[in-house]
């Protein structure tokens, strides 16, 4: 069956750093893979997809990047965290139609 | 724009009885929905999924009914249990790579 990590669990980062959260899935081949964030109390906002291998499509103009180095790894990149990048990122995969999320990393910036 | 909405933030069931999530959209293009279930501090859990060319569907204890005419779509739960207290989302497929979510309904089991 297919898997999906996601790590950090939690992350406090000062703003001005950088970050890097990394996904991985397994049990599964070229699968589509998504980063969304969810605001406090909110739905989920699309922010980067990949259909392969240094393939990244990005949804919203921001601070932050995606890059997909191996086909089952997503990590989701910034130079310079901003207080409004704080969150619950939400790494997901898909074959077809339907999304499974990952366990999420939630992220303060202070 | 389009939107996918969910009529009622909140939903209070008595353990036992059945409930009824409800779900707006408002693009017409949307051939597929999904709902998922998200409890606190974790990532949305696929509960049942259903194609526009169906309307209804039924899982384990779950149901889904599609209504295109009025596009709506609701989720019913039966002998609601405790471990189902969580935030429902529902979720449409405008295309291949989008999945627009509204913000969630709240159910909250009493004992």
């Known amino acids: 069956s297919q898997t999906i990590h996601q790590w950090p669990a939690t992350l406090v980062q000062p703003v001005g750093s950088p970050l890097s959260l990394e996904c991985t899935v397994e049990?599964?081949?070229?699968?589509?893979l998504y980063w969304y964030r969810q605001a406090a109390g909110r739905g989920l906002q699309l922010l980067f997809y990949s259909v392969g291998i240094g393939q990244i499509s990005s949804e919203v103009p921001q601070n932050l990047s995606a890059s997909r180095p191996q086909d089952r790894q997503f990590i989701l990149s910034s130079k310079k965290l901003l207080l409004s990048d704080s969150g619950f990122y939400l790494c997901?995969?898909?074959?077809?139609?339907?999304?499974?999320f990952g366990p999420g990393t939630r992220l303060l910036v202070l | 724009g389009e939107s996918v909405g969910l009529h009622l933030p909140t939903l209070s069931v008595q353990e036992g009885d059945n409930s009824i999530i409800n779900c707006a959209y408002s693009n017409s293009a949307s051939d597929y929905f999904i709902w998922y279930k998200q409890e606190s501090g974790k990532g949305p859990q696929f509960i049942i999924d259903i194609r526009s060319n169906m309307d209804k569907r039924q899982g384990q204890r779950v149901t889904v009914l599609l209504n295109k005419t009025v596009k709506h779509l609701s989720l019913q739960i039966a002998a609601t249990q405790p471990g189902d207290s969580a935030v429902y989302f529902c979720?449409?497929?405008?295309?291949?790579?989008?999945?627009?979510f509204g913000a969630g309904t709240t159910v909250t089991v009493r004992a």
């Open positions: 979720a449409e497929t405008p295309d291949d790579y989008k999945l627009s």
């Open positions: 997901a995969w898909s074959h077809q139609l339907a999304r499974y």
């Open positions: 049990g599964t081949s070229n699968p589509n």
